[in-house]
């Protein structure tokens, strides 16, 4: 079984920033892709930005240029950093890990984390 815990989140102004830090822990083999996930209420849930196992990640155009996603592997940790954040990035922001718990590509996972609160308000 693996664990994913979020941490970081809270009430921001206009403009400011917020680093989400979320650590996957249990019986993990490898790790293919950690990624940041936001929804509002009455909304679906969507994609705010991804990192592949190999360094590479892709952003929703909505944060584009304000966040930056980041992993320590050694670690199971994936990082987003959130700069100029704004009223609309207001939500629950969920951490998502793909990965094996076995070799050989076997023991495929997908979990979740528990999500943690952002408000950006004056």
């Known amino acids: 079984q693996v664990h994913v815990v979020e941490s970081g989140g809270g009430l921001v102004q206009p403009g400011g920033s917020l680093r989400l830090s979320c650590a996957a822990s249990?019986?993990?083999?490898?790790?293919?892709?950690m990624g940041w996930y936001r929804q509002v209420p009455g909304k679906q849930r969507e994609l705010v930005a991804r990192?592949?196992?190999?360094?590479?990640?892709n952003y929703s155009d909505s944060v584009k240029g304000r966040f930056t996603i980041s992993r320590d592997n050694a670690k199971n940790t994936v990082y987003l950093q959130m700069n100029s954040l704004q009223p609309e990035d207001t939500a629950v922001y969920y951490c998502?890990?793909?990965?094996?718990?076995?070799?050989?590509?076997?023991?495929?996972?997908?979990?979740w984390g528990q999500g943690t609160q952002v408000t950006v308000s004056s």
């Open positions: 249990g019986s993990i083999y490898s790790i293919l892709i």
């Open positions: 998502n890990v793909l990965g094996y718990t076995r070799s050989y590509g076997t023991g495929y996972f997908d979990s």
């Open positions: 990192i592949f196992s190999g360094g590479n990640s």
